[in-house]
């Protein structure tokens, strides 16, 4: 069993920053690619920001120069800075692992979730 649990959400003004945390625990060999993703209701969930097992990083043109995604394999924890929040950031926020477990020697790649974090940007 694989667990991500996820912290840090909250309201903030518009400017203001927040610091998303998520903790992957469980029976796990491995750890590629992290992810954050986002969604709005009635809206699909989109892409914000992945980073691979190496520390190169992706992100959404909307969120450039403003978010920042990093990870600590150590602790099998991802995070994304959000600084210079703007209202349409307003989403809950969802962690995502591609994760390789390993039982009884055999290997299985499973995709994780969190279970989701709310982000209110509003004044």
């Known amino acids: 069993q694989v667990q991500l649990v996820e912290s840090g959400g909250g309201l903030v003004q518009p400017g203001g920053s927040l610091r998303l945390s998520c903790a992957a625990s469980?029976?796990?060999?491995?750890?590629?690619?992290m992810d954050w993703y986002r969604q709005v209701p009635g809206k699909q969930r989109e892409l914000v920001a992945t980073i691979s097992s190496g520390g190169s990083t992706n992100s959404a043109d909307s969120v450039k120069g403003r978010f920042t995604i990093s990870r600590d394999n150590a602790k099998n924890t991802v995070y994304l800075q959000m600084n210079s929040l703007k209202p349409e950031d307003t989403a809950v926020y969802y962690c995502?692992?591609?994760?390789?477990?390993?039982?009884?020697?055999?290997?299985?790649?499973?995709?994780?979730w969190g279970q989701g974090t709310l982000v209110t940007v509003s004044s």
């Open positions: 995502h692992a591609a994760i390789e477990t390993k039982t009884w020697g055999v290997r299985r790649n499973l995709d994780a």
């Open positions: 469980g029976s796990i060999f491995n750890i590629n690619a």
